[in-house]
């Protein structure tokens, strides 16, 4: 089945500064790839999604890229604020649904 | 719109009890979803309803969990017996679709003693 990586597991950057996050997914045949963010004591929520027939999607601050061919894609985040302090989940599933799994999140905090 | 609800939101058992969880998905969402989140790491898929009809329970633990959907709106989920390993927090999602946004619920803490 599908296993996706997710790196780095924490991530500490300064206000107004850039954040990446990783991942990598197993299954050849995924072709869909959503961004959680968890806010402490919350639920996830979407932020931003790509799918297969595009190498890069924005929105605002937020840009997603995806490299099919080596089977990773990435989170953008710019101009970071202390509100974009979360845990930040990728996960990849096969248009259809199936097969939906999620990464082990990465814990991002913006110092003021 | 109203969101997903989830009851109970805190549970607190014994091992080799049972107990069950409801969820009321968002109105109109024929793809149904719950995930087992056990603190620090993401959420887990357990099974996935497209309208009352499975359609992913391959990582569903069947000798001691079940979920049904009838008539494709509310789900619940059981646990029996509870092991002390099923303590996390099990969420509920839904979408219109598959491979839509899936919107969560607030989730219900499970405590295994």
């Known amino acids: 089945g599908e296993n996706v990586e997710q790196h780095p597991s924490t991530l500490s950057v300064q206000e107004g500064d850039s954040a990446v996050i990783k991942c990598t997914y197993s299954d050849s045949a995924s072709n869909y790839f959503p961004w959680y963010k968890q806010e402490l004591g919350k639920r996830p929520q979407l932020i931003i999604d790509?799918?297969?027939?595009?190498g890069e999607k924005k929105d605002q601050r937020i840009a997603v890229t995806l490299n099919k061919t080596a089977k990773h894609f990435s989170l953008h985040i710019t101009e970071t604020q202390p509100e974009d302090s979360a845990v930040y989940f990728c996960?990849?599933?096969?248009?259809?649904?199936?097969?939906?799994?999620f990464g082990p999140g990465t814990r991002l905090s913006v110092l003021p | 719109e109203a969101g997903v609800a989830q009851s109970p939101r805190y549970k607190i058992i014994e091992k080799r009890q049972s107990v069950a969880f409801w969820c009321n998905p968002i109105?109109?969402?024929?793809?149904l979803y719950w995930y087992q989140q056990i603190l620090g790491q993401g959420p887990k898929l357990l099974i996935q309803?497209?309208?009352?009809?499975?359609?992913?329970d391959s990582q569903l633990p069947k000798d001691r969990f079940s979920a049904e959907r009838l008539k494709g709106v509310d789900s619940t989920l059981k646990i029996q017996p509870a092991k002390l390993e099923d303590s996390a927090v099990y969420l509920c999602?839904?979408?219109?679709?598959?491979?839509?946004?899936?919107?969560f619920g607030p989730g219900t803490r499970l405590t295994v003693t």
């Open positions: 309803f497209q309208n009352n009809g499975v359609v992913d």
């Open positions: 790509i799918r297969s027939n595009v």
């Open positions: 996960a990849a599933s096969i248009v259809g649904g199936q097969n939906f799994v």
């Open positions: 109105s109109g969402h024929a793809t």
């Open positions: 999602a839904s979408s219109v679709h598959r491979d839509f946004e899936q919107y």
